[in-house]
């Protein structure tokens, strides 16, 4: 049995209701992609193991994950709001604690393989980088995480390259620590346990990421703005976030992606491509009646 088979048999037979969804993805992909999964478990499941982490642990992370979602969503759809609307909430009962904070991660890695909308932002990321490699000799990520787009950034660009990877959770830029230390050993990137708008930056970057952050805080226009401020003039960065996308951690409610774009533009940015992913195949009058939760991707510049 291969590592993808592993995997999702072990999901199946602890949740036999991820099958239809995951099914229905997986036969929409041609067998590069199955080759790309195969690829990333084998690899996955090697740090996993070097980390004292088993496959059983992976596949309980990424269901207690689709749990909180899944009871966040119920209390969305019958309030309208989302779970918490404090941040301060989500940094003492989530990011400050190490056991949920691991977990959240390790499962959150395998939904990039297992969840459409996730796999397709993860494309529209590696594309750009690779697209935008001989331009990129500064690198800034903000809230790595599971440390995935970190990794395939390394892999792309040249090794001279100055990375610099910046998360306010003690246990995510330890994740990503191990990420990179296990494929990477010998490379050398600046981590800083911060949050990103208490740090005085004297620098500007060719390439900012900030993946699935800015539902995170209170006020998203402080952290945009920044970035906005830190990109050089021809400089690009990858950003995503989520509208009607009610989860344990999420604060901030975009309810529709006509709204991001207008923050991003308020805040000194200019769309150059974009990803506009509902999570279900309905028309889009649907998904905007039914609070359907969409996944958003963009590549921006500043506006000069």
Known sequence: MNNVDLIL?????????????????????????????????????????????????????????????????????RTGEYPVSDVTDTINDIYNDESKMLSYMIGLALSQYLWSTHYEMFKHFSCSIL?????????????????????????????????????????????????????????NINFVNADMLDLDINSTYDFIVMGEVIEHVENPESLLIKISKLLD?????????????????????????????KMFHDCGLIIETERVLPVEELSMNEIINKKVTINYSAIVKKIQ
Do not use: W
Not at 12 to 36: C, D, G, H, T, W
Not at 251 to 258: A, E, M, P, S
């Open 9 to 77: 048999d072990a999901i199946y037979k602890k949740s036999p209701l991820q099958k239809k969804k995951i099914e229905s993805f997986l036969r929409s992909k041609n067998i590069s992609f199955k080759q790309e999964f195969e690829k990333f478990l084998s690899e996955y499941i090697g740090y996993l193991n070097e980390n004292d982490m088993t496959i059983e642990y992976s596949v309980d992370s990424y269901l207690e994950m689709v749990n909180d979602m899944f009871k966040s969503q119920i209390k969305f759809m």
């Open 131 to 187: 697209e935008n490699k001989g331009s990129i000799t500064k690198y800034l990520e903000i809230g790595p995480g599971h440390g995935l787009f970190l990794k395939n950034a390394i892999n792309v660009l040249d090794n001279d390259i100055k990375i610099t990877a910046v998360d306010i959770s003690k246990t995510s830029i330890k994740v990503s620590k191990s990420i990179i230390n296990y494929f990477y050993p010998l490379k």
């Open 233 to 261: 003039k021809n400089g690009k960065a990858f950003l995503s976030t989520c509208v009607n996308c009610p989860m344990i951690d999420h604060v901030y409610h975009f309810r529709t992606v006509d709204e991001i774009r």
